[in-house]
Protein backbone atom coordinates (compact mmCIF):
# COMPACT_ATOMS: atom_id res chain seq x y z
CA UNK A 1 0.00 0.00 0.00
CA UNK A 2 1.09 3.47 -1.19
CA UNK A 3 2.73 5.76 1.52
CA UNK A 4 -0.11 8.22 1.71
CA UNK A 5 2.39 11.08 2.71
CA UNK A 6 2.69 13.66 5.88
CA UNK A 7 -1.35 14.98 7.18
CA UNK A 8 -1.84 18.39 6.24
CA UNK A 9 -1.47 20.59 9.44
CA UNK A 10 -4.50 21.89 9.97
CA UNK A 11 -4.65 25.57 11.55
CA UNK A 12 -5.82 25.90 14.86
CA UNK A 13 -7.27 29.55 15.76
CA UNK A 14 -7.39 30.61 19.14
CA UNK A 15 -10.75 31.17 20.87
CA UNK A 16 -11.95 34.37 21.84
CA UNK A 17 -13.79 35.39 24.92
CA UNK A 18 -16.83 36.75 23.23
CA UNK A 19 -16.80 39.27 26.61
CA UNK A 20 -13.43 40.75 24.95
CA UNK A 21 -14.49 40.67 21.07
CA UNK A 22 -18.03 42.05 21.23
CA UNK A 23 -16.76 45.73 21.97
CA UNK A 24 -17.44 48.09 18.98
CA UNK A 25 -14.77 49.60 16.75
CA UNK A 26 -14.99 53.13 18.34
CA UNK A 27 -15.23 52.05 22.07
CA UNK A 28 -11.68 49.75 21.44
CA UNK A 29 -10.48 52.76 19.20
CA UNK A 30 -10.33 55.05 22.24
CA UNK A 31 -9.30 52.72 24.50
CA UNK A 32 -5.96 51.89 21.94
CA UNK A 33 -5.48 55.86 22.08
CA UNK A 34 -5.56 56.40 25.75
CA UNK A 35 -3.05 53.17 25.83
CA UNK A 36 -0.47 55.45 23.35
CA UNK A 37 1.60 57.27 25.75
CA UNK A 38 5.01 56.60 24.30
CA UNK A 39 4.04 59.42 20.97
CA UNK A 40 4.21 63.05 20.43
CA UNK A 41 1.57 65.17 20.49
CA UNK A 42 1.78 65.73 16.99
CA UNK A 43 1.64 62.49 16.36
CA UNK A 44 -1.60 62.04 19.01
CA UNK A 45 -3.33 64.73 16.84
CA UNK A 46 -2.54 63.45 13.79
CA UNK A 47 -4.06 59.87 15.00
CA UNK A 48 -7.20 61.95 16.53
CA UNK A 49 -7.68 63.31 13.10
CA UNK A 50 -7.56 59.97 11.13
CA UNK A 51 -9.86 58.51 13.40
CA UNK A 52 -12.40 61.27 13.44
CA UNK A 53 -12.47 61.99 9.71
CA UNK A 54 -12.07 58.94 7.90
CA UNK A 55 -11.87 55.33 10.32
CA UNK A 56 -14.99 56.33 12.61
CA UNK A 57 -17.51 57.58 10.34
CA UNK A 58 -17.41 53.94 8.66
CA UNK A 59 -16.55 51.51 10.77
CA UNK A 60 -17.27 53.05 14.25
CA UNK A 61 -20.46 51.02 15.44
CA UNK A 62 -19.43 48.34 14.20
CA UNK A 63 -18.83 45.37 16.14
CA UNK A 64 -14.42 44.68 16.63
CA UNK A 65 -14.60 41.01 15.07
CA UNK A 66 -17.41 41.92 12.08
CA UNK A 67 -14.88 44.00 10.29
CA UNK A 68 -12.75 42.16 7.18
CA UNK A 69 -10.39 42.72 4.71
CA UNK A 70 -12.30 42.79 1.73
CA UNK A 71 -14.70 45.62 3.53
CA UNK A 72 -11.56 47.15 4.48
CA UNK A 73 -10.37 47.30 0.60
CA UNK A 74 -13.58 48.53 -0.08
CA UNK A 75 -13.44 51.65 1.66
CA UNK A 76 -9.89 52.23 0.29
CA UNK A 77 -11.55 52.08 -3.02
CA UNK A 78 -14.18 54.36 -2.08
CA UNK A 79 -12.29 56.55 -0.71
CA UNK A 80 -9.81 56.63 -3.50
CA UNK A 81 -13.22 57.43 -6.20
CA UNK A 82 -14.09 60.32 -3.53
CA UNK A 83 -11.43 62.04 -4.13
CA UNK A 84 -9.72 61.50 -0.81
CA UNK A 85 -5.66 62.15 -1.17
CA UNK A 86 -3.42 59.05 -1.20
CA UNK A 87 -1.17 59.76 1.53
CA UNK A 88 -3.96 60.53 4.11
CA UNK A 89 -5.52 57.05 3.03
CA UNK A 90 -1.92 55.23 3.61
CA UNK A 91 -1.84 57.04 6.84
CA UNK A 92 -5.22 56.27 8.04
CA UNK A 93 -4.56 52.88 6.93
CA UNK A 94 -2.18 52.54 9.03
CA UNK A 95 -3.88 53.75 12.21
CA UNK A 96 -6.83 51.29 11.30
CA UNK A 97 -3.70 48.51 11.03
CA UNK A 98 -2.42 49.73 14.52
CA UNK A 99 -5.91 49.08 16.44
CA UNK A 100 -6.28 46.36 15.32
CA UNK A 101 -3.16 44.68 15.70
CA UNK A 102 -3.46 45.49 19.87
CA UNK A 103 -6.71 44.25 19.97
CA UNK A 104 -5.08 40.93 18.81
CA UNK A 105 -1.99 41.81 21.34
CA UNK A 106 -5.11 41.97 23.99
CA UNK A 107 -7.29 38.43 22.64
CA UNK A 108 -9.99 40.07 21.10
CA UNK A 109 -9.17 39.46 17.89
CA UNK A 110 -7.53 35.80 15.88
CA UNK A 111 -5.73 37.91 13.19
CA UNK A 112 -5.36 41.39 12.46
CA UNK A 113 -7.68 42.33 8.91
CA UNK A 114 -5.87 45.51 7.87
CA UNK A 115 -2.90 43.32 7.17
CA UNK A 116 -2.86 42.42 3.33
CA UNK A 117 -4.83 45.32 1.92
CA UNK A 118 -3.54 46.28 -1.42
CA UNK A 119 -2.60 50.32 -1.04
CA UNK A 120 -2.67 53.13 -3.29
CA UNK A 121 0.28 53.67 -4.36
CA UNK A 122 1.77 57.06 -3.57
CA UNK A 123 3.25 59.18 -6.66
CA UNK A 124 6.36 60.66 -5.43
CA UNK A 125 6.58 64.26 -6.68
CA UNK A 126 9.90 65.74 -7.09
CA UNK A 127 11.08 68.07 -3.61
CA UNK A 128 12.00 71.56 -4.23
CA UNK A 129 15.55 72.68 -3.52
CA UNK A 130 16.68 75.94 -3.55
CA UNK A 131 19.80 76.97 -5.35
CA UNK A 132 22.67 78.70 -3.80
CA UNK A 133 21.82 81.88 -5.22
CA UNK A 134 18.17 81.22 -4.39
CA UNK A 135 19.04 80.41 -0.72
CA UNK A 136 21.06 83.80 0.07
CA UNK A 137 18.26 85.76 -1.71
CA UNK A 138 16.06 84.38 0.62
CA UNK A 139 18.13 84.62 3.53
CA UNK A 140 18.80 88.68 2.80
CA UNK A 141 14.85 89.42 2.40
CA UNK A 142 14.29 87.93 5.76
CA UNK A 143 15.62 90.67 7.42
CA UNK A 144 16.66 90.25 10.97
CA UNK A 145 16.66 86.12 10.32
CA UNK A 146 19.28 86.05 7.72
CA UNK A 147 21.44 83.48 9.68
CA UNK A 148 18.20 81.48 10.76
CA UNK A 149 17.73 81.04 7.12
CA UNK A 150 20.84 80.04 5.75
CA UNK A 151 21.57 78.00 9.00
CA UNK A 152 18.64 76.00 8.08
CA UNK A 153 19.51 75.58 4.28
CA UNK A 154 22.90 74.37 4.78
CA UNK A 155 21.84 72.64 7.92
CA UNK A 156 18.66 70.74 7.32
CA UNK A 157 17.40 70.67 11.03
CA UNK A 158 13.32 70.81 11.06
CA UNK A 159 12.04 73.73 12.64
CA UNK A 160 11.50 72.17 15.55
CA UNK A 161 14.89 71.32 16.52
CA UNK A 162 15.82 74.52 15.62
CA UNK A 163 13.41 76.59 17.73
CA UNK A 164 14.45 74.35 20.83
CA UNK A 165 18.30 75.22 20.09
CA UNK A 166 20.39 76.71 23.20
CA UNK A 167 23.29 78.92 22.87
CA UNK A 168 25.06 76.05 25.06
CA UNK A 169 24.07 73.56 21.94
CA UNK A 170 26.99 75.26 19.69
CA UNK A 171 30.96 74.51 19.44
CA UNK A 172 32.28 77.46 17.66
CA UNK A 173 35.66 75.22 17.83
CA UNK A 174 34.32 72.02 16.32
CA UNK A 175 31.91 74.32 14.11
CA UNK A 176 29.08 71.89 15.24
CA UNK A 177 25.38 72.04 17.08
CA UNK A 178 24.24 69.93 19.13
CA UNK A 179 20.74 68.85 18.88
CA UNK A 180 18.96 67.01 21.05
CA UNK A 181 15.44 68.14 21.75
CA UNK A 182 12.30 69.76 19.67
CA UNK A 183 9.80 71.73 19.94
CA UNK A 184 5.82 70.83 19.42
CA UNK A 185 2.77 71.98 19.44
CA UNK A 186 0.22 70.12 22.13
CA UNK A 187 -3.10 69.97 21.93
CA UNK A 188 -4.41 73.28 22.87
CA UNK A 189 -1.55 74.51 20.82
CA UNK A 190 0.49 74.55 23.47
CA UNK A 191 4.70 74.69 22.90
CA UNK A 192 6.32 71.22 24.15
CA UNK A 193 10.05 70.52 24.51
CA UNK A 194 10.59 66.66 24.02
CA UNK A 195 13.00 64.30 22.22
CA UNK A 196 13.82 64.86 18.22
CA UNK A 197 11.75 63.30 15.96
CA UNK A 198 12.93 59.88 15.55
CA UNK A 199 14.00 60.36 19.59
CA UNK A 200 17.81 60.59 19.37
CA UNK A 201 20.35 63.17 19.51
CA UNK A 202 22.85 63.93 16.84
CA UNK A 203 25.66 66.28 16.16
CA UNK A 204 25.12 68.61 13.22
CA UNK A 205 28.19 70.13 11.24
CA UNK A 206 27.96 73.94 10.03
CA UNK A 207 29.78 76.18 7.05
CA UNK A 208 32.53 77.52 8.23
CA UNK A 209 31.28 80.99 6.51
CA UNK A 210 28.60 81.18 9.37
CA UNK A 211 31.08 80.71 12.26
CA UNK A 212 31.09 84.23 12.77
CA UNK A 213 27.71 85.33 12.43
CA UNK A 214 26.45 82.44 15.25
CA UNK A 215 29.75 83.87 17.03
CA UNK A 216 27.66 87.10 17.02
CA UNK A 217 24.76 85.63 18.29
CA UNK A 218 25.83 83.69 21.13
CA UNK A 219 28.15 86.70 22.70
CA UNK A 220 27.26 87.99 25.83
CA UNK A 221 24.43 85.55 26.56
CA UNK A 222 23.69 82.82 28.91
CA UNK A 223 24.33 79.55 27.86
CA UNK A 224 20.52 78.56 28.20
CA UNK A 225 19.45 80.94 26.02
CA UNK A 226 17.72 80.20 22.84
CA UNK A 227 20.06 80.66 19.98
CA UNK A 228 17.61 81.96 17.64
CA UNK A 229 14.61 84.30 18.86
CA UNK A 230 11.80 86.15 17.87
CA UNK A 231 11.79 90.23 18.85
CA UNK A 232 12.25 90.75 22.54
CA UNK A 233 14.24 87.19 23.26
CA UNK A 234 10.87 85.00 22.88
CA UNK A 235 11.14 81.90 21.82
CA UNK A 236 10.90 81.15 18.28
CA UNK A 237 7.31 81.07 16.76
CA UNK A 238 6.24 79.38 13.60
CA UNK A 239 2.83 80.89 12.96
CA UNK A 240 4.16 83.86 13.61
CA UNK A 241 7.84 83.80 11.97
CA UNK A 242 6.27 82.55 8.58
CA UNK A 243 3.50 85.33 8.07
CA UNK A 244 5.66 88.42 9.52
CA UNK A 245 8.56 87.07 7.97
CA UNK A 246 8.87 84.11 5.79
CA UNK A 247 5.57 84.10 3.31
CA UNK A 248 6.31 87.81 2.59
CA UNK A 249 9.86 87.21 1.49
CA UNK A 250 9.06 84.21 -0.46
CA UNK A 251 6.15 86.36 -2.24
CA UNK A 252 8.26 89.29 -2.60
CA UNK A 253 10.75 87.18 -4.65
CA UNK A 254 8.42 84.92 -6.56
CA UNK A 255 9.30 82.10 -5.33
CA UNK A 256 6.49 79.68 -5.39
CA UNK A 257 5.77 76.22 -3.30
CA UNK A 258 8.73 77.61 -1.24
CA UNK A 259 7.95 76.36 2.26
CA UNK A 260 10.59 76.68 5.64
CA UNK A 261 10.73 72.70 5.04
CA UNK A 262 12.17 73.48 1.29
CA UNK A 263 14.87 74.53 3.27
CA UNK A 264 15.82 71.18 4.66
CA UNK A 265 15.45 70.26 0.80
CA UNK A 266 17.81 72.52 -0.13
CA UNK A 267 20.27 71.30 2.59
CA UNK A 268 20.03 67.43 1.26
CA UNK A 269 20.31 68.62 -1.88
CA UNK A 270 23.69 70.87 -1.56
CA UNK A 271 25.18 68.25 0.02
CA UNK A 272 24.62 65.79 -2.17
CA UNK A 273 25.56 68.07 -5.23
CA UNK A 274 29.05 67.80 -3.77
CA UNK A 275 29.19 64.03 -3.81
CA UNK A 276 28.25 63.24 0.22
CA UNK A 277 27.57 59.89 1.04
CA UNK A 278 23.97 58.95 1.78
CA UNK A 279 25.06 57.67 5.39
CA UNK A 280 26.50 61.22 5.87
CA UNK A 281 23.38 62.88 4.51
CA UNK A 282 21.06 60.46 6.43
CA UNK A 283 23.13 61.10 9.65
CA UNK A 284 22.88 65.35 9.45
CA UNK A 285 19.05 65.06 8.55
CA UNK A 286 18.52 62.99 11.60
CA UNK A 287 16.34 60.20 9.50
CA UNK A 288 15.84 56.90 10.75
CA UNK A 289 17.42 54.97 8.56
CA UNK A 290 19.59 55.31 5.35
CA UNK A 291 16.48 54.02 3.20
CA UNK A 292 13.96 57.22 4.24
CA UNK A 293 17.29 59.12 2.82
CA UNK A 294 17.09 57.10 0.05
CA UNK A 295 13.20 57.01 -0.94
CA UNK A 296 13.25 60.73 -0.98
CA UNK A 297 16.37 62.06 -2.03
CA UNK A 298 18.12 58.94 -4.09
CA UNK A 299 17.29 60.38 -7.48
CA UNK A 300 19.78 63.06 -6.90
CA UNK A 301 22.62 60.46 -7.13
CA UNK A 302 21.61 59.24 -10.30
CA UNK A 303 23.45 61.67 -12.35
CA UNK A 304 26.52 61.69 -10.84
CA UNK A 305 26.67 57.72 -12.03
CA UNK A 306 28.37 58.82 -14.82
CA UNK A 307 30.90 60.91 -13.21
CA UNK A 308 31.80 57.74 -11.31
CA UNK A 309 31.80 55.57 -13.99
CA UNK A 310 34.50 57.97 -16.01
CA UNK A 311 36.77 58.36 -12.99
CA UNK A 312 37.26 54.34 -12.90
CA UNK A 313 37.35 54.28 -16.57
CA UNK A 314 39.99 56.74 -16.34
CA UNK A 315 41.71 54.75 -13.61
CA UNK A 316 41.54 51.75 -15.45
CA UNK A 317 42.29 52.39 -18.91
CA UNK A 318 44.36 55.85 -18.54
CA UNK A 319 48.20 55.68 -17.88
CA UNK A 320 50.61 53.05 -18.24
CA UNK A 321 50.56 48.73 -17.43
CA UNK A 322 52.51 49.29 -14.72
CA UNK A 323 49.67 51.85 -13.05
CA UNK A 324 47.04 49.43 -14.15
CA UNK A 325 48.27 46.99 -11.99
CA UNK A 326 48.27 48.96 -9.12
CA UNK A 327 44.09 48.73 -9.82
CA UNK A 328 43.32 46.20 -7.10
CA UNK A 329 39.74 44.76 -6.06
CA UNK A 330 39.01 44.49 -2.58
CA UNK A 331 39.59 41.18 -2.29
CA UNK A 332 42.54 40.76 -3.56
CA UNK A 333 43.89 43.79 -1.37
CA UNK A 334 42.04 41.73 1.85
CA UNK A 335 43.61 38.66 0.70
CA UNK A 336 47.07 40.41 0.29
Known amino acids: MANPGPTPAKTTLQRIDPRLSSISFEDWSRDWLSGKTNIA ?82 IRREKRALSPFELFELADCCEGYEVLVKFAGTTGLRWGEIAALQCKDVSLLNRTVFVGKSYSDGLRGEKILGSTKTHQSRTVPFPRELGTELKMLIENRRPEAHLFTMPGEGSLDYNNFMSRIFRPAVKDLRMEGVTFHTLRHTAASLLISQGTPITTVSGILGHASTQMTLDVYGHLYEDDAMTYMDRLGEKLFAGTDKERTNVLSVTQKISG
Open 41 to 122: PRTRRGYIARLNSHLLPVFGQRKLTSITNNEISQWLARSIEQGVGIVVLRQSHGVLRQIFNAAVLDGRLNRNPAIGVPLPRV
